[in-house]
C-alpha cells in the first residue's frame, strides 16, 4: 500500500465539474492498492496516518500535533498510477497495481477505518476522472509505503 499524504489548507475534488469531497485544515492522502495488500496493510496505514505529527503546535514552529490533536480533516482519493512503473518504454505500467474488484473493498474499508476516529472524512470516488485541488501547507508532502508481510 502507498499513501502520499500533504498536509493542506484545504482541498477538493471534482468528477465531471461538481465537486464530491471538500475539505479546509488537515491532510489530502492519494491512496494507491497493490494486488497484495490485506487488512493488516490498512490497519498500519490508518494509525500511521492518523498519528504522524505534521501540524505545528502553538508554541513553536516544531511539529508537535497530528491531524486528530488539531481535529483536522481527510480528504482520500485513490489513486492507482502510485503503482506506475516507468523503468521501461515510455509509458507506465500498471501490473502491480491492485484491480478495481481488489481495490474498491480495500479503499472503502481504508475510509471507514479513518472514518472510525471521529474526524471529518471525504473521498473522491473510486475509479472515476477526477479533478483534485490541493492548497498544500509547507509544502509538505510524505510517502508512506508499507508492503504486505512475505
Known amino acids: 500500500m502507498r499513501v502520499l499524504v500533504q498536509?493542506?489548507?484545504?482541498?477538493?475534488?471534482?468528477?465531471?465539474?461538481?465537486?464530491?469531497?471538500?475539505?479546509?485544515?488537515?491532510?489530502?492522502?492519494l491512496v494507491g492498492i497493490t494486488d497484495t495488500d490485506t487488512p493488516a496493510e490498512l490497519d498500519w496505514m490508518v494509525r500511521k496516518c492518523l498519528s504522524l505529527r505534521l501540524?505545528?503546535?502553538?508554541?513553536?514552529d516544531r511539529w508537535e500535533a497530528s491531524v486528530q490533536d488539531i481535529g483536522g480533516e481527510i480528504l482520500v482519493v485513490s489513486q492507482f498510477t502510485l503503482?506506475?512503473?516507468?523503468?521501461?518504454?515510455?509509458?507506465?505500467?500498471?501490473?502491480?497495481?491492485?484491480?478495481?474488484?481488489?481495490?474498491?473493498?480495500?479503499?472503502?474499508?481504508?475510509?471507514?477505518?479513518?472514518?472510525?476516529?471521529?474526524?471529518?472524512?471525504?473521498?473522491?470516488?473510486f475509479g472515476a476522472h477526477m479533478q483534485v485541488e490541493i492548497s498544500n501547507?509547507?509544502?509538505?508532502?510524505?510517502?508512506?509505503?508499507?508492503?504486505a508481510a512475505g
Open 7 to 29: 498536509r493542506v489548507l484545504s482541498s477538493q475534488v471534482l468528477v465531471a465539474g461538481e465537486v464530491v469531497g471538500a475539505i479546509g485544515r488537515g491532510l489530502n492522502l
Open 137 to 147: 501547507d509547507g509544502p509538505v508532502t510524505l510517502w508512506l509505503e508499507r508492503e
Open 55 to 60: 501540524f505545528p503546535n502553538a508554541e513553536s
Open 83 to 125: 503503482y506506475g512503473d516507468c523503468r521501461k518504454g515510455r509509458r507506465p505500467a500498471f501490473a502491480q497495481a491492485a484491480p478495481p474488484s481488489q481495490a474498491a473493498p480495500l479503499f472503502e474499508q481504508f475510509v471507514d477505518e479513518l472514518r472510525a476516529s471521529g474526524l471529518s472524512v471525504q473521498t473522491g470516488e
